[in-house]
């Protein structure tokens, strides 16, 4: 194994003038030499900046060329990168610069001015640096970069990811270069990527998708990625066509965008030369409808692959075989440079085609929680081995299907909402007695957040009223599609509501009342 900084290193010194990466807004390319340059020169200004080893810098950016060149820097450099989640909360962002023990901020412009409270409120010591992801950041020192690199291990943590937690409370999730490059190898192992591979990256850098993916996964291989700053359904396609990318990654709803704008828009492959270099569509993140996956490998010609990642597996953990080997619909696919495993109650491995635990052991596992031992312990087995919360079954092929989730997270569009989220966000309402969060399945995002509330007798609420408290608390993405209105939610024996009943009783609430 080897660490990130060695990577790059490498690939800079066997093919410094091969692309890197090609950021279309601005037309320029960066080599591999030029990564070197950046990332060296990044390192430099944390050094004059008396940061640390192994302290946190976040990035609050939108994707782009200096998004992705700090990104790396910062790992590079012996620091510890923390992506920023720019759909999360104001309370989300706070807690997690704040619990992730962040140095340093690096943010762009726009989201500056949507997230002011929270930067107007950063805890003491934090440096704000305003950063353009196109020219760079706005560094307050100079650097010579004379003084030598800090020391590095494969151990040593490179990212700290956070992703929500079945208590409400964003989890941080500590990454070594171990497990990063470990997760681009086994998407280049998967895929067969190889140095002439060139990546479309539409997903946001501060998801693992993105980062071990699209990022990682291009760099263990000497292969390049194409960075817009954001996905459009409109130019889709004609980056792919002018850049020449020969694959793609993409979660179900970006499946679904992508067919809408072409019910509306049409779409015309030999318009853009036929796409005679693209090789593949990957999509993760959330399962993907076997209607969903058909409809757009007949509308646009292209295979998808469909594959399973988490944040704690640095990624992909599951993929489907490539094409012309045979694939399943609806199943994420074989295990793919770790070992794979379902699990019954006692710990013991079930028999094929037996639903149970999916469980998750290799050096792309991380090694736990930041300041979290207790959710640590309770993830991650002295062994190695990784409790997923995923209910699965394995096929007498190997391939894995997912059934269901143990735990109550809800996934929508890749991101991971805690139902507990919901709840505390509705309680604050004076008139919310009881509130429960959940999801249903959704064609677009996989699943969608809704939630169900009981008032306080002789009070009254709308619904318009509670979703403009949510959209302030959590942020659009996370507010419920539709809040429902009930005389009491239903409880078990102890009090607690039965979450995992709500979808049918809402259904059944609507059928009654139409």
Not at 42 to 66: C, Q
Not at 205 to 212: D, F, R, V
Not at 415 to 427: H, Q
């Amino acid at each position: 194994m080897t660490t990130v900084r060695e990577l790059i290193d490498q690939n800079a010194a066997t093919q410094p003038d091969t692309a890197f990466l090609v950021a279309p807004e601005s037309g320029a390319a960066m080599s591999y030499a030029q990564l070197r340059c950046h990332v060296r020169d990044i390192s430099a200004r944390l050094d004059a900046l008396h940061i640390p080893p192994g302290a946190k810098v976040a990035l609050l950016l939108p994707n782009g060329y200096w998004t992705t060149a700090l990104l790396l820097g910062v790992i590079y450099s012996g620091r510890v990168v923390v992506p920023l989640n720019a759909v999360s909360g104001d309370a989300a962002l706070s807690y997690v610069i704040e619990h992730s023990d962040t140095r340093v901020v690096l943010v762009d412009e726009q989201l500056a001015e949507k997230f002011s409270g929270v930067l107007a409120d950063l805890p003491a010591g934090v440096r704000l640096i305003p950063t353009d992801v196109d020219e760079g950041p706005q560094w307050p020192v100079d650097a010579d970069g004379s003084a030598p690199l800090l020391p590095l291990a494969i151990d040593d943590a490179a990212i700290l990811m956070y992703t929500s937690g079945t208590t409400g409370r964003p989890k941080g999730v500590l990454l070594s270069h171990r497990n990063a490059v470990a997760g681009g190898r086994n998407t280049a192992a998967g895929h067969g990527l190889h140095a002439d591979d060139r990546a479309l990256c539409v997903l946001p850098l501060y998801h693992i998708n993105a980062q071990m993916v699209t990022v990682m996964g291009p760099l263990v291989t000497g292969g390049s990625v194409v960075m817009p700053h954001r996905f459009s359904p409109s130019t889709f396609w004609a980056l792919i066509a002018e850049q020449a990318c020969t694959w793609f990654s993409v979660v179900p709803t970006i499946i679904a965008y992508l067919l809408e704008h072409a019910e509306r828009e049409g779409f015309d492959r030999e318009a853009l030369g036929g796409l005679p270099a693209l090789r593949f569509g990957r999509s993760a993140s959330a399962p993907l409808a076997p209607e969903m996956h058909k409809a757009f490998e007949e509308k646009f010609g292209v295979p998808i692959v469909e594959t399973m990642g988490l944040t704690e597996t640095a990624a992909q953990i599951l993929s489907n075989p490539m094409p012309p080997a045979m694939a399943k619909y609806g199943s994420p696919g074989l295990a793919v440079g770790n070992e794979v495993k379902v699990v019954d109650e006692g710990g013991e491995e079930c028999p094929r085609g037996t639903p149970g635990e999916l469980m998750i052991r290799g050096d792309n596992v991380t090694k736990g929680y930041y300041k979290n031992p207790e959710a640590t312990a309770e993830a991650l087995e002295p062994d190695g081995w990784l409790h997923t919360g995923d209910v699965a079954y394995c096929d007498d092929d190997g391939f894995f299907f997912i059934t269901g989730r143990i735990k109550e997270l809800i996934i929508k569009g890749g991101e991971n909402i805690a139902p507990r989220e919901i709840d505390e966000a509705l309680y604050q309402h004076p008139a919310v007695l009881e509130a429960a969060g959940f999801g249903v399945p959704d064609a677009r995002y996989g699943q969608e957040v809704m939630a169900c509330v009981a008032l306080k007798p002789g009070t009254i609420c709308s619904e318009g009223e509670l979703s403009v408290l949510l959209e302030d608390r959590l942020g659009a993405f996370k507010k419920p599609k539709r809040i429902y209105f009930m005389q009491d939610l239903p409880k078990g024996p102890s009090g607690k509501i039965q979450r995992l009943k709500l979808p049918d009783l809402v259904q059944q609430q609507t059928e009654h009342a139409s």
